[in-house]
């Protein structure tokens, strides 16, 4: 089977190769990096008739199970997987080659803790990489590169070998003997052609899904000799330059191997380590892709030029940080270049933790001052800002994130190292660090665990590591686990979707999902009469379901729109047509490669041919009209409002609110807040038109004015804009302003059924990236009307503070208790997010002045209390009484001038509280007591009593019970007459 698939080589052909195939005797003048960069993608685009196509950013589109895109292929996973739209532009690729930007630092792929040590880890680093998709395969593949490498490169082809999967019995894999006999008819010595295993030479896309042999070209930086086993060996001699994958199989759920009706070619190639192989340098730190940063980071530290030096005792951990440094800021301008900023989840918690171990880096070994890491952008920008533009147009925000966040930092580092040297104190002599401690650190401050073990190591103590093994698994464990009542939908996988086309089964015609009008003031959708094209399982095409059983439903025609571009899948139900006997509920809409997915509970046997009518729940579907529609008005108004500077970065649009993320320099201003409202809202008022029409791509995207976010669009695409027509725009016979965007999703016709739009929340998701929620329509009304009712109680609360001042402390503690519980309902109830901030605002002052004045009576009862008790026992060694009140503070601040009347006297107070019938208790003994302490006093008596305490040496309070406050009073007294004995 593998031998049919290989051409025989003639005429040219075997030219080329013979002309690729000799040694070279030394390397060609060094290339510059970008040079090495054009030169790949010059090659494949104009030799060998490649698209060349622009680096996605590194936040994957629409991929949950990355953090961050960490190959070249991870943008063309629909093509892989069968699930790319057919409209789309990708949907006609062949031939594509570009350069992409790839960070692992978190998940599956992470190098971040191995920064630094070599020369070759990178957070941050770009994959070369030629793709076919069902075009060339193995042949053409190899040939490419070995051209590439050997003639245009001029890498020496003695100096280069090649492995090739060796087969696995135990998967039932031979050996691909194909690629092996393209590589000896190249010309590649049968000694330099090596066999390797799973773990080598045969790539997977995960657990399932898309998978084949590869094969892999390794250089030998010395050369002159014969490397064969130190290829794969983990020699740093001896490294794999470019990896070609042929994918051909798909791994299925049960671990089985399919072959693919359609044969692809995936390579990938790092740039940095290409670049110091053509460069001369062992490390990659040693390229002009690194020298400037390193020179920009001498020039601002403290220390030292950078030296390249590894080991420890030659001063590497300077040279490791000059790395650390280097190689994260690369990453840190990248990232948040493309909308990922340091927070507290996910990729941002990733960042986060790249940020505060490059700022730790450059100030404490580097002794570079602060702000000098945000100062290295612009060096970061001149080195990849040609192929890469948004290092350049996002400088100044890329600086402003990273400033912000070290601040941030720098007060936790005070902070984390002081609990440090405090548990060392406490712990002093142990020599391990509690892992509860490290694991509070990376938790709560944020702090990076490799940078606890560097503060650590630096002080000669090691951390318990078992215990903080066992702490991160758990934490992982509840992290992983899925929320009862999670339903896993089947979805269709590459096999099945190329099943359906091989059938011929049609793509889904949806367009009945837009065809809807207004009659009289309300929305009427046309009904839809479909056939049942197709079941799906969750593992194969079937011909019918039974009853109770889920499955995927494939119809020639539906009026259900599935989920995309942030909107909620539509709801609803089918009915054999021309019956209602059986209801099968809609459960979830998706569309996968051209066909819309059904996900349905069978209500009784299901069948390809069935003809059905589609319900749709068309109460919810206008809701995610009127809720997408103020989506883009709200996207105008905040734009029209804060300025060109705000970009989307996010939305969900469902049936009950709108959420929106943008990217903003800070949180919104009350004023702000309102002014976006107003203007939202005037638009609604207007009622202004909602037209939509569908534009070729590249049409729309001249459109002036439009406003985009990072997806992958069909085309033609749909583009909406309001009060001005789509024709307007695109003739450009207008001037004025207005909403337009590039969308997929379900819209009103006219605004004005918004009727009212609220914010009724407005936050900092992580520093730079704000996320709005809204509600519109009676929800927006309620919003309103809840934000009037609780102004009005925070009116009264105030007036109850100003009108009549509480003389009594009950008093005063119910006005406190009162604001505290209008405090809590202003922070959970929707209302406009603008009043919120007014009303937190104005019941903060309020708490603070109730506070004050609670504290100010406590003082005085207080003291009426302390007088009576000094009248009564006079100014005695040890004094043990009791008082009358229901205050613990009370009974604090009594003790307390007590013991400032007489510094000497040993005193503790009981009271009974009258609701509760506990007994309170508090004690303050002279500093210099060699008798006992507070602490010490204190347990014992609440102990005896049945409670607990707790305090330092000198203060402590606790509670009890008691029915006779006597008897307890003489057993306190009794501990402190033995203790005191002892000492005299």
């Known amino acids: 089977m593998f031998r049919l698939l290989v051409r025989r080589l003639s005429g040219p052909t075997r030219l080329l190769i013979a002309v690729s195939s000799r040694s070279f005797s030394g390397f060609p003048p060094q290339l510059p990096a970008g040079s090495v960069r054009r030169t790949f993608l ?7 008739g490649h698209l060349l196509v622009p680096s996605s950013p590194v936040r994957p589109r629409g991929d949950p199970s990355l953090l961050f895109v960490n190959a070249g292929m991870n943008q063309f996973k629909p093509i892989f997987l069968g699930t790319v739209d057919p409209r789309s532009e990708m949907a006609s690729y062949r031939r594509v080659v570009n350069s992409q930007k790839c960070v692992r630092a978190g998940g599956k792929h992470n190098d971040l803790e191995d920064v630094g040590r070599d020369g070759h880890h990178h957070t941050f680093f770009e994959m070369l990489g030629n793709w ?128 693919l009706p359609r044969f692809s070619v995936d390579t990938g190639m790092g740039l940095e380590r290409l670049v110091s192989v053509l460069q001369g340098r062992r490390s990659n ?39 650390v440094v280097a190689d994260h800021i690369r990453t840190l301008s990248v990232c948040i270049a493309d909308g990922v900023h340091p927070g507290m989840s996910g990729a ?34 001149q080195i990849l800002g040609d192929v890469y533009p948004e290092l350049d147009w996002e400088m100044d925000r890329v600086m402003d994130v990273i400033n912000q966040n070290e601040d941030q930092f720098l007060s936790s580092l005070q902070q984390g190292s002081r609990l440090i040297q405090r548990t060392l104190q ?109 079941l799906y399982d969750g593992q194969d095409l079937v011909e019918q379901v039974s009853e109770g059983r889920r499955c995927g439903v494939v119809l020639d025609r539906t009026c259900f729109y599935s989920e995309e571009g942030g909107q909620s899948h539509d709801r609803g139900y089918l009915t054999p047509q021309g019956s209602q006997d059986a209801v099968h509920p809609v459960d979830a809409v998706v569309r996968v490669g051209g066909y819309v997915l059904h996900q349905v509970t069978a209500a009784d046997t299901l069948k390809t041919g069935d003809h059905v009518q589609l319900h749709l729940d068309q109460l919810h579907r206008v809701s995610c009209m009127v809720k997408h529609t103020a989506t883009h008005i709200l996207n ?53 038109t909602v037209d939509s029409q569908e534009v070729p791509l590249q049409i729309a995207r001249r459109i002036r004015g439009l406003r985009t976010v990072d997806e992958v669009y069909p085309d033609p695409v749909r583009v909406v804009s309001l009060d001005v027509p789509v024709s307007e725009l695109l003739d450009g016979e207008t001037d004025r302003e207005t909403s337009v965007e590039l969308c997929c999703g379900t819209h009103l016709l006219q605004t004005g059924a918004v009727q009212d739009l609220v914010i009724i929340s407005e936050r900092q998701l992580v520093k730079g990236i704000s996320r709005i929620v809204a509600v519109t329509g009676s929800d927006a009304a309620r919003a309103r009307e809840e934000g009037g009712t609780l102004s009005q109680e925070v009116e009264s609360v105030s007036a109850r503070l100003s009108g009549s001042t509480p003389s009594s402390l009950d008093a005063a503690r119910r006005l406190c208790k009162d ?50 008790v000094m009248e009564k026992n006079g100014r005695k060694e040890l004094l043990v009484d009791s008082v009358e009140t229901d205050s613990l503070s009370v009974l604090m601040k009594t003790v307390n001038q007590l013991s400032a009347a007489a510094p000497r006297s040993h005193v503790m107070l009981l009271a009974h509280q009258r609701n509760s019938g506990k007994v309170l208790c508090a004690c303050q003994v002279p500093k210099d007591s060699p008798a006992f302490t507070a602490s010490d006093w204190a347990v014992a008596v609440c102990r005896h009593l049945a409670g607990s305490a707790g305090g330092s040496a000198l203060v402590a309070k606790g509670t009890g019970v008691a029915s006779d406050i006597t008897e307890a009073l003489r057993w306190a007294e009794n501990f402190a007459h033995q203790r005191t004995q002892r000492f005299h």
């Open 42 to 48: 010059d090659f494949f685009r104009d030799k060998h």
């Open 348 to 381: 941002e918690l990733v960042l986060r933790r790249v940020l505060r171990r490059a700022v730790r880096f450059c100030i404490q070994v580097l002794h570079a001052p602060q702000g000098a890491l945000a100062s290295l952008v612009p060096t970061v920008a």
């Open 132 to 259: 076919s998709f069902g075009d060339y395969f193995k042949e053409e593949a190899c040939q490419m590169a070995w051209s590439l490498l050997t003639e245009h490169y001029g890498i020496p082809a003695d100096r280069l070998y090649v492995s090739y999967f060796g087969g696995d019995a135990s998967s039932r894999l031979p050996a691909d003997e194909e690629t092996r006999h393209i590589w000896l008819d190249i010309g590649v010595p049968p000694a330099r052609v090596l066999p390797f295993g799973l773990k080598d030479n045969f790539w997977e896309m995960g657990d399932t899904g898309p998978c084949g042999p590869c094969t892999e070209i390794h250089f030998d930086h010395v050369g002159g000799r014969h490397a064969a086993d130190l290829v794969n060996a983990d020699n740093q001699d001896v490294v794999e330059i470019w990896n070609l994958v042929f994918i051909q199989y798909n791994r299925e759920a049960d671990q089985s191997l399919r072959l």
């Open 426 to 534: 406490k712990d002093s002599g142990h020599g391990v660090f509690p892992a509860s401690v490290v694991w509070s650190l990376h938790r709560d401050l944020g702090f990076p665990l490799d940078l606890v073990h560097l503060m650590l190591e630096e002080k000669g103590v090691q951390v318990d590591r078992q215990e903080l093994d066992l702490l991160i698994t758990q934490n992982q464990k509840a992290a992983s686990e899925t929320p009862s009542g999670t339903r896993c939908w089947p979805t269709l996988d590459v096999l099945s979707l190329a099943k359906l086309q091989r059938l011929g089964v049609s793509h889904t015609d949806d367009h009945l999902k837009y065809q809807y009008h207004l009659e009289k003031g309300r929305y009427v959708f046309p009904a839809c009469h479909a056939v049942v094209l197709a």
């Open 285 to 323: 730190y040693d390229t002009d892709l690194f020298s400037p940063l390193l020179d920009a980071i001498h020039q601002r530290s403290g220390v030292r030029p950078y030296s390249g030096g590894t080991a420890v005792a030659d001063g590497g951990q300077l040279d490791l940080a000059y790395r």
């Open 636 to 688: 105008f108004a905040l734009r029209t409002v804060l300025g060109p500077s705000v970009h989307q970065r996010g939305s969900h649009v469902s049936s009950d609110r709108l959420r929106f993320d943008f990217s903003v320099k800070g949180s919104l201003s009350v004023s702000q807040l309102q002014q976006v409202e107003r203007c939202a809202n005037a638009i609604v008022s207007a009622n202004q």
């Open 819 to 868: 604001a505290s519980v209008l405090s809590d309902a202003v922070d959970n109830t929707p209302m406009p997010a603008w009043q919120r901030r007014e009303l937190q605002d104005r019941l903060k002052v309020l708490l603070r002045t109730i506070s004050t004045r609670i504290r100010k009576l406590e003082t005085r009862q207080a003291a009426d209390r302390a007088q009576t």
